[in-house]
């Protein structure tokens, strides 16, 4: 059974630091991994989405990696903001199915 | 494009009432939608798939009788939650899906609080 496992659970950070999230998952047989932000009490904004040949993905300040034979993603993002402040939520698609399983997330709180 | 709307955003009522949510995908076809509940500090968790004009199938723990989908279009599914009780407080999410092994769109979720 696939399980995704996001840490740190929560992370605060001041304003202009690069930071970096890291998700994993226990079965390599992805079909993608996806990158989500949500802010309290709203819906998922999609941030990055890596398929399974990929390595890597990139828009604006935000790098997301997939090292799918170790089952492990990180989500980089570089000059953070208070802006960037929210839970960012990590997600695999199992190959065959299209059941998305997500991780707990990560709240990110950016300090001013 | 690819925008799923979720009605209502919020809804507070007393316990022992019904409750439905609304799904729609506006401009796009959903053959599948999916829904998702989320308890503070805890994963999304998929609670059941539905497809266009047949039943939907439930995850695990979620019991059909209290939770009850209909995607009756392409265009709508509706969850509504049967005799709610202060334990089914939680955020309801769904998400859209044009085909099979295409993205799942989601809306912008559902506060449900049961008093």
């Known amino acids: 059974k696939q399980e995704v496992t996001q840490i740190p659970a929560a992370l605060s950070v001041p304003e202009g630091e690069n930071l970096v999230l890291n998700c994993s998952f226990t079965d390599s047989a992805i079909y993608n991994l996806q990158w989500f932000r949500q802010d309290p009490g709203k819906g998922l904004t999609s941030l990055l989405l890596?398929?399974?040949?990929?390595r890597e993905q990139t828009s604006g300040r935000l790098n997301a990696s997939l090292d799918k034979s170790s089952g492990r993603s990180t989500l980089y993002i570089a000059a953070s903001q208070p802006g960037d402040s929210a839970t960012y939520l990590c997600?695999?698609?199992?190959?065959?199915?299209?059941?998305?399983?997500f991780g707990k997330g990560t709240r990110l709180h950016i300090l001013p | 494009g690819a925008v799923v709307s979720q009605h209502p955003s919020r809804v507070i009522c007393k316990s022992g009432t019904s409750v439905k949510i609304e799904c729609r995908s506006l401009d796009f076809q959903a053959t599948t939608m999916f829904w998702y509940r989320q308890f503070p500090k805890q994963s999304l968790m998929l609670m059941a798939t539905s497809n266009e004009g047949s039943k939907a199938t439930y995850e695990q723990g979620v019991e059909k009788d209290k939770f009850l989908i209909n995607h009756a279009s392409l265009t709508l599914s509706t969850l509504t939650v049967t005799s709610a009780h202060p334990e089914d407080s939680s955020f309801y999410i769904c998400?859209?899906?044009?085909?099979?092994?295409?993205?799942?769109?989601f809306g912008d979720g559902t506060r449900l609080s049961i008093l």
């Open positions: 890596i398929q399974s040949s990929q």
């Open positions: 998400s859209a899906q044009s085909g099979v092994g295409q993205p799942q769109h």
């Open positions: 997600a695999v698609r199992p190959i065959r199915d299209d059941k998305i399983i």
